[in-house]
């Protein structure tokens, strides 16, 4: 069923921000206080990145040794898994949030519709997206949003 609703009529307009010189216990903090997911990263105004719990919780994890394989005497690092080791080491290693925030993230703009959010949501696996006027933040929209909302039209 498409919504043609505008995103403005679903996002969490109060936006909890970090920063990116935030150290990752300060952003743990921030997120554990208000009880969210994620919270995008502004700097001097602008979004500069989105970090997630998920960000967070691999400086805690077991880490992924990457797969190597022997084949006729010599060893053979899987590509995918090698990269994956690296992600996974330096959001380990880091010590702001600049150092695990994501860098490329789903936005929308404030005039998109409840459908083009839910789209874009799915169509990227994120639960949160921002909503933003340019490189200002004005909303974000979780998950939990798109559920109310759907509860609420049905």
Do not use: C
């Not at 990116?20 to 700097?43: C, F, K, N, R, Y």
């Amino acid at each position: 069923m498409a919504n043609d609703s505008p995103v403005s009529t679903i996002m969490s307009s109060d936006v909890v921000t970090v920063s990116p010189d935030q150290t990752v216990p300060e952003a743990a903090d921030v997120l554990a206080e208000h009880g969210i997911g994620a919270a995008p990263v502004v700097d001097g105004g602008r979004i500069v990145g989105m970090l997630r719990d998920e960000d967070l919780i691999v400086s805690e994890a077991k880490l992924h040794v990457p797969t190597v394989i022997e084949f006729l005497g010599a060893d053979i690092v899987w590509p995918a898994s090698e990269r994956r080791w690296e992600r996974e080491l330096k959001k380990a290693a880091a010590a702001s949030v600049r150092d695990v925030m994501a860098t490329e993230y789903p936005k929308v703009a404030p005039s998109d519709t409840v459908e083009r959010v839910a789209t874009v949501m799915h169509d990227a696996g994120a639960s949160h997206v921002p909503v933003v006027d340019g490189d200002a933040v004005v909303g974000i929209v979780a998950r939990g949003d798109l559920v109310r909302h759907l509860a609420d039209t049905t």
